[in-house]
């Protein structure tokens, strides 16, 4: 089980909203520079990364930041937010990021994550943000009128390495992961899937790695709170 601290950064800051509320947001003091760096002293190997500035806008506000903290650190970075063409997806290669999230441009069209797939191979990881069965897109002000497992199964054989399944209603609430949905979602999926929403307690993590075809899980405000000591959480990560 692969453990993902997350940085969302917003105006340069480690930010974290709830329920993708960007009106119901928590600066956090730390720079995304230093939180990398706290990660990367505890001995986590991989890292989440959400543009949330780029999720709205729609460009790859915060490339230099995300930059650094691969440079500096040599994490495992998987990025997303505002990734909606190829020359963004390059770019975030050419940095060096592990995994590039497409999400809303992916969802819109499919044929733009098909042809992603095949362009930067095992490279691409799809992002599912849904809310009550359904996607929604462009920093989640977007309900895509999608069913989430439907749009799955349309683009199960793309070629896409990994599969970021986020439950919006359970996001910054530390209420513990809609784990329910997520195994339906890892059931169906081709490729192995990340849990992203809700953890609060090594609880959840112990959890998870009862579920099937479930690669990681993410954790951010729980971090970012003091709900989950670092020196706890890190062993749990392999």
Known sequence: MKIFPAIDIKDKKCVRLVKGDFDNKTEYETSPIDQAGKYKEHGFKNLHIVDLDGALTGETTNQDIIKDIIVKFDLKVEIGGGIRNFDSIQKYIDAGAEKVILGSAAIKDKNFLKEACEKFPNKIALGLDAKDGYLSVSGWKENSNQLTLDFLKEVNDYGVSRLIYTDINKDGTKDSPNFE??????????????????????????KAKDLKNIEGIIVGKAIYDGDIDLKDLVKEDA
């Open 181 to 206: 949905e997520t195994a339906k979602v890892a059931e169906i999926s081709n490729c192995p899937v990340i849990i992203s929403g809700g953890v609060s307690s090594i609880n959840d993590i112990k």
